[in-house]
T-cell receptor, first 111, second 113 residues
Framework: DAKTTQPPSMDCAEGRAANLPCNHS???????VYWYRQIHSQGPQYIIH???NNETNEMASLIITEDRKSSTLILPHATLRDTAVYYC????????????FGGGTRLMVKP | NAGVTQTPKFQVLKTGQSMTLQCAQD?????MSWYRQDPGMGLRLIHY???????DQGEVPNGYNVSRSTTEDFPLRLLSAAPSQTSVYFC????????????FGPGTRLTVT
């Protein structure tokens, strides 16, 4: 599986867009990019995933660069409840060894 | 749907004791997995199952057993608890079509003294 690199922490003002970057320069052609978040003391929550096209759902948008070596998770209007650790994970989309969570980015949304 | 449920929420064990952490899901998901999370760390996979009767080891399986006799349930057994097993344990489930779109339970906080 491709290794991912994320900044350890970021701040964002409430109401502004939060842009969380992830580098995955060794990603292979059949690997998807997944994003999860973990709010303090809770189980992780699936946010979004994509292969090569940009994706959007009710929670967030995922922008993947054309060379697929990096991606950005966008929370369009961050709220205090979005304060969490955000994990970027790259996996081939088949049954295998399940997910591997790294250190993630601790996003602090401030009023 | 209740989603993924875990019991108990908190547990304190003495070294050498055994216990079973319960996990159940009502979404008819084929895949289920157990993770542990130590303070300030990411999650590490212990064991997983791709269907009833099928289990496999993850990254840190030593000291734990699992079985999957039904689609709904995936219990995790600690054979002889050790202080190094003090952690928060999360169970997750997903459909076979989207194995990495996982739904997590609320966690069990285990302390071994």
């Amino acid at each position: 599986d491709a290794k991912t690199t994320q900044p350890p922490s970021m701040d964002c003002a409430e109401g502004r867009a939060a842009n969380l970057p992830c580098n995955h320069s060794t990603i292979s052609g059949n690997e998807y990019v997944y994003w999860y978040r973990q709010i303090h003391s809770q189980g992780p929550q699936y946010i979004i995933h994509g292969l090569k096209n940009n994706e959007t759902n009710e929670m967030a948008s995922l922008i993947i660069t054309e060379d697929r070596k990096s991606s950005t998770l966008i929370l369009p209007h961050a709220t205090l409840r979005d304060t969490a650790v955000y994990y970027c994970i790259v996996r081939v989309d088949n049954a295998g060894n399940m997910l591997t969570f790294g250190g993630g980015t601790r996003l602090m949304v401030k009023p | 749907n209740a989603g993924v449920t875990q019991t108990p929420k908190f547990q304190v064990l003495k070294t050498g004791q055994s216990m079973t952490l319960q996990c159940a899901q009502d979404m008819n998901h084929e895949y289920m997995s157990w993770y542990r999370q130590d303070p300030g760390m990411g999650l590490r996979l212990i064991h997983y199952s791709v269907g009833a009767g099928i289990t496999d080891q993850g990254e840190v399986p030593n000291g734990y057993n699992v079985s999957r006799s039904t689609t709904e349930d995936f219990p995790l057994r600690l054979l002889s608890a050790a202080p190094s097993q003090t952690s928060v344990y999360f169970c997750a489930s997903s459909m076979d079509r989207f194995p990495y779109e996982q739904y997590f339970g609320p966690g069990t906080r285990l302390t071994v003294t």
